[in-house]
């Protein structure tokens, strides 16, 4: 289950503005791969919408089916904000709803034809 914390307004290279939900996840305990060590945390992630800031702002604490799941990617440089280190990222957050993924899987499109 996730919820929606936050939305962001994000203003693309070609001048389109688009909204973005910021949902999360549930607590999880986490080992530090440093110290070894149990700690509790929660995932994020930014889901791109439709919405406009009205309809972004009446959807906060709504709750969702899902998980936040990591998700293999693109090498990329990530700066964390608390110590200013630049570290290079392979994995990204995402919203991931398997039951959804699963009843697409199994709707047909109307172009195939039923035998």
Same mark, same amino acid.
Request: hydrophobic letters at 35%.
């Given at each position: 289950?996730? /919820?929606? =914390?936050?939305?962001? #307004?994000?203003? =693309?290279?070609?001048? %389109?503005? @688009? ?5 999360? +996840? +549930?607590?999880? $305990?986490? =080992?530090?791969?440093?110290? +070894?060590? &149990?700690? @509790?945390?929660?995932?994020?992630? =930014?889901? $791109? #919408?439709?919405?406009?800031?009205? &309809?972004?702002?009446?959807?906060? +604490?709504?709750?969702?089916?899902? %998980? /936040? ?5 693109? $090498?990329?440089? @990530?700066? /964390?904000?608390e110590t200013g280190e630049e570290i290079e990222m392979q994995h990204r957050w995402e919203y991931v709803d398997e039951n959804l ?12 034809? &039923?035998?």
């Amino acid at each position: 289950m996730v /919820i929606v =914390k936050d939305f962001k #307004t994000v203003t =693309k290279e070609n001048g %389109e503005v @688009f909204s973005l939900l910021v949902v999360q +996840g +549930g607590v999880e $305990p986490v =080992k530090s791969q440093r110290t +070894g060590r &149990i700690y @509790f945390t929660v995932r994020t992630a =930014k889901v $791109p #919408t439709t919405f406009d800031e009205e &309809i972004c702002k009446s959807v906060l +604490g709504t709750t969702f089916d899902g %998980e /936040i799941k990591k998700v293999a990617c693109e $090498p990329y440089k @990530f700066v /964390i904000t608390e110590t200013g280190e630049e570290i290079e990222m392979q994995h990204r957050w995402e919203y991931v709803d398997e039951n959804l993924d699963l009843m697409q899987a199994h709707v047909l499109s109307t172009t195939e034809a &039923i035998k």
